[in-house]
């Protein structure tokens, strides 16, 4: 059924990871700050995860929806949306500034948190935000 | 239909192996090849499903339970089969597939499941050559499963050749009726190669058996000396090395290197130990000969890399190994080695003499194994073993409610175009608002009014209700629907305006309100209903589509996508991917327009020509092809871009001016079908952006599918559905706009890329897509229960 001599998908997944890496390398030099070709790899990697974390929580979240309105306590969610939190802690200590309260509103909150996370501009702005604050002054131009 | 695959092969060593190699490619294309049906897996890591790409894992249920670990104590298969009974109750699955049912190291079943069950014999090598070293646990077992798989009858089995299959009329039994052999095959994307013929400098000969006493590594070194010596007048020959590659224990390779030295060929014997899948293509690239001695094979897939690689065969005739090869080696008998020697010196000889034509014959013929077609008659064996139509039986009635022809709505089409497939299983009547004066005829289909169904309904077997989001062609079908029960079929996942509109703007507030209620509980559907009166506006249809209402409401919901399905979360709903139709005849050489003519210009002047189809709306991301279209003008391609369609953006032309390239910009306006189809004949490359996006169908990309054309999607939601293979997917970040570029400056500038895309679109269209087959599943979901 498909071609069987060149292999279209693996073309497009190379494209892809080499544009990004490129654009992810321009964007942080434009920021001032000189990244590895490492660094750069492994934020891309770390972007990937969070994403992919955020597609499985997705249908989680729909099923809590599902049951109506807000959910109170944190401990109440079911495991994969616990698992979930853990990932957003995760984004928060890379910078990203939100608040998780014990009374979470899961037709809002988590919807305003998943669009911050799913968009990889704020996520990897964050991320340059944090690189440069914890970079020593002197070191701040080479990471 | 659902189907539950035994997974322990996924977490023994065998998955490195050929049963490993079948398994994950017959499993991820027959998941490619059909989006109707919902694929199970049981394992006990949930880790194993990584061995699978991303796409895969995410089109397939994991169930994990410490049960499903392989392993040879087999006092651990009542709980086993226990475990797997519970979840073909639990999921209501049709099919259990087995794929390495006879291997020692994984537990089998100890007695037959509820449903229909499939297991693939690749080999009956125990028969043919009893181990001398298996205990007598192994052995018992190994002939308890073949004894069951002989006996229960709702067993089927795939075989890998007919030679297996000759084994087992010969050892096990002769009048097995559902046996279907289906050959494997090779990866041709990782094997095939483009071979020039040019003298190698260090020519060697390849052998990648194993050490295995079946494999006959004695008999390769024996025949390769006896070769030398009785040709040790061609020096040419002298100079080739026999290359053994793989691993096994130290005091074996010993044993081997002392042979060897014995033989005094130290220098020409090579032991390369365990090699990468990379390094194992090249050598299988650099070798000219491939010798391969196996006393038996239940399918010699060796053979077909070597074959596609281009080297020539030196091979056994026994068992499975000339239905691999067919007449494009020769074959010598593993009983004599003095033959054997001779064959391997006449290989070498014919060899030299061969043409380019000549191997180009040979990877041709190994070609023809495709792993697609092994996963295509896999999946048509699984889903004839449900099979319920029986030849000659009456058709059940279906009552269709539906929008109509010349009524302007994309359903109304869908319908059409659909309801002669469904009349090969069906007695189909159309309901519909359609007035009767206006209604479209089709051949041997009844079309009536809607009311009339109330005075005709006991002669039907099924109803079927067609929803979408506009309430002028829906809400009359919505309201029986709500008073007649039935199956409803979801063109649009998001059906808040319809609600809104239909019910609460109608005056209809308490159904309104009961809508709600269905959808998200009282308490939930009271709060958004009080909005609603308060605001007077629909709630946020990104969060309340409404659509589990319709789920509430019907028996069954039928939805075109996974997506669809994974939001609504219901047994009920079931997906049947929206088809892609035969485009018509009629069709071609329609009168030119302008627009189509300055096109067909740009064409004749070199240009390629990316195209989007229908309305240009916001969602439809118009800005970012025309800023893509900016760069790659910048970086001098020559390419222009054709909106083939009403332009609903008022900024589209500031944007266009912006990106400077107003006159690499046409806006077509409306087009007729005959047009529309000219459009897409036209366009190199379609770009099919969409975000955001609720599950909606896109007809003109399955169209596009069917005029083999190379399409860019978005990466997100239904779109993520359709494989990588058939079309290329855009990340939705703030890349999208660099990765675009890069897709299709790639298209244009490798045309063979463009090619190959096109053929796999239209491949897919043809088969998975293809309406004879979904018509085929919508029986499947109307008449069976769930």
């Known amino acids: 059924m498909y071609n069987e001599k060149i292999d279209v998908a693996e073309i497009m997944q190379q494209i892809k990871s080499e544009a990004s890496r490129i654009a992810v390398a321009e964007r942080l030099k434009e920021s001032g700050i000189l990244v590895s070709e490492q660094t750069c790899q492994e934020m891309l990697l770390e972007i990937e995860e969070l994403t992919e974390t955020i597609r499985f929580a997705r249908n989680d979240l729909h099923d809590s929806r599902n049951v109506g309105g807000i959910i109170p306590s944190y401990t109440r969610f079911p495991a994969p949306i616990r698992q979930f939190f853990r990932f957003f802690s995760k984004g928060m200590r890379k910078g990203i500034q939100f608040v998780i309260q014990d009374q979470v509103d899961v037709n809002s909150q988590i919807d305003t948190i998943l669009e911050a996370m799913e968009k990889k501009e704020t996520l990897m702005l964050q991320l340059i935000l944090q690189l440069n604050t914890a970079a020593a002054p002197d070191e701040q131009k080479t990471i | ?786």
């Open chain 2, 1 to 786: 239909m659902r189907i539950l695959i035994d997974g322990q092969t996924f977490e023994t060593e065998e998955f490195n192996r050929g049963i490993g190699i079948y398994m994950r490619n017959v499993l991820t294309r027959m998941i490619r090849f059909c989006l109707a049906h919902e694929w199970y897996i049981c394992l006990s890591d949930k880790k194993s499903i990584e061995k699978l790409d991303q796409w895969t894992q995410n089109r397939l249920h994991v169930i994990i339970s410490p049960d499903f670990m392989p392993g040879t104590d087999y006092t651990k298969e009542p709980r086993f089969t226990q475990a797997i009974q519970r979840i073909v109750d639990q999921y209501d699955i049709n099919v259990f597939w087995n794929p390495n049912p006879l291997m020692s190291n994984v537990l089998f079943i100890d007695h037959p499941l509820s449903c229909q069950m499939i297991v693939t014999v690749h080999d009956l090598i125990p028969k043919v050559f009893p181990p001398a070293d298996w205990p007598e646990s192994i052995a018992v077992e190994y002939q308890r499963r073949l004894e069951m798989i002989r006996d229960e009858k709702n067993i089927s089995i795939c075989m890998d050749s007919e030679s297996t299959k000759k084994d087992w009329i010969r050892f096990i039994d002769d009048h097995h009726s559902s046996i279907r052999v289906i050959p494997l095959s090779a990866d041709a994307r990782k094997f095939y190669y483009q071979r020039q013929k040019t003298p190698s400098i260090n020519p060697f000969i390849l052998y990648t058996g194993g050490f295995d006493y079946r494999k006959n590594l004695d008999g390769a070194i024996e025949a390769f000396s006896q070769a030398r010596l009785l040709h040790s007048d061609d020096a040419d020959f002298l100079k080739y090395k026999l290359v053994i590659i793989g691993s096994t224990n130290e005091q074996s390779i010993k044993q081997y290197k002392q042979t060897v030295a014995d033989k005094n060929l130290t220098e020409q014997v090579v032991f390369t130990g365990f090699v990468s899948e990379k390094r194992l293509i090249e050598l299988y690239r650099e070798a000219d000969l491939f010798f391969y001695p196996s006393k038996y094979e239940g399918f010699g897939l060796p053979l077909l890399e070597a074959m596609l690689s281009g080297d020539y065969i030196i091979s056994a005739d026994n068992s499975s190994l000339p239905e691999v090869c067919g007449p494009f080696a020769t074959y010598f008998s593993v009983d004599d080695t003095e033959k054997m020697a001779e064959s391997l010196y006449l290989g070498y000889l014919t060899h030299r003499q061969e043409t380019e034509e000549d191997i180009r014959k040979r990877q041709e013929h190994a070609l023809n194994f495709s792993w697609d077609q092994t996963a295509i008659c896999t999946l048509e064996f699984m889903e004839g073993t449900t099979d319920s139509i029986v030849p000659g039986q009456t058709k059940p009635r279906l009552a269709i409610f539906t929008p109509w022809p010349d009524q302007k709505t994309g359903i109304a089409n869908y319908e059409y175009m659909m309801i002669p497939y469904l009349a090969e299983y069906f007695r189909i009547t159309v309901f519909t608002t359609a007035p009767a004066a206006e209604r479209k005829p089709l051949e041997n289909i009844e079309i009536a009014d809607l009311d009339a169904f109330r005075e005709s309904r006991k002669q039907f077997d099924f109803r079927l209700f067609q929803i979408g989001n506009n309430n002028l062609y829906h809400k009359e079908i919505m309201d029986l629907m709500m008073h007649e029960g039935g199956i409803a079929e979801i063109h649009d996942y998001v059906l808040t305006p319809f609600f809104y509109e239909g019910y609460f703007r109608a005056g209809e507030t308490k159904k309104y309100r009961k809508i709600l209620q269905m959808s998200y509980g009282r308490k939930t559907g009271n709060k958004l209903f009080r909005d609603t009166v308060q605001n007077q506006q629909h709630p946020d249809i990104l969060k309340y589509p409404m659509s589990e209402a319709v789920v509430a409401i019907s028996d069954k919901t039928i939805v075109h996508n996974a997506w669809s399905a994974n939001q609504l979360h219901s047994e009920k709903a079931g997906i049947l991917p929206h088809p892609s139709f035969p485009i018509p005849d009629e069709s071609s050489n329609p009168e030119n327009s302008v627009m189509i003519n300055t096109v067909k210009e740009w064409k004749k002047q070199g240009y390629s020509i990316l195209g989007c189809l229908g309305w240009i709306n916001p969602n439809k991301q118009p800005r970012v092809v025309i800023e893509a279209l900016g760069k790659l003008k910048e970086e001098g391609l020559h390419v222009k871009l054709v909106f083939w369609g009403e332009n609903k953006v008022e900024t589209l032309q500031e944007i266009i001016c912006k990106n400077k390239v107003t006159d690499d910009v046409l806006i077509s306006g409306y087009l007729d079908k005959k047009h529309y189809y000219q459009a897409i004949q036209l366009t190199d490359i379609i770009v099919n952006l969409r975000h955001p996006s609720m599950g909606e169908s896109s007809g003109p990309l399955c169209e596009s599918f069917q005029m083999k054309k190379a399409v860019i999607v978005s990466d997100l939601n239904q779109y993520r559905e359709y494989p990588d293979e058939v079309c290329w997917k855009l990340p939705v970040d703030n890349l999208e706009n660099e990765v675009l570029v890069q897709y299709i400056k790639y298209l244009i500038t490798h045309p063979e890329v463009r090619q190959a895309l096109e053929e796999n679109a239209g491949n897919y269209a043809s088969y998975a897509l293809s309406p004879i087959r979904i018509a085929k599943q919508y029986y499947d979901f109307i008449t069976k229960s769930r």
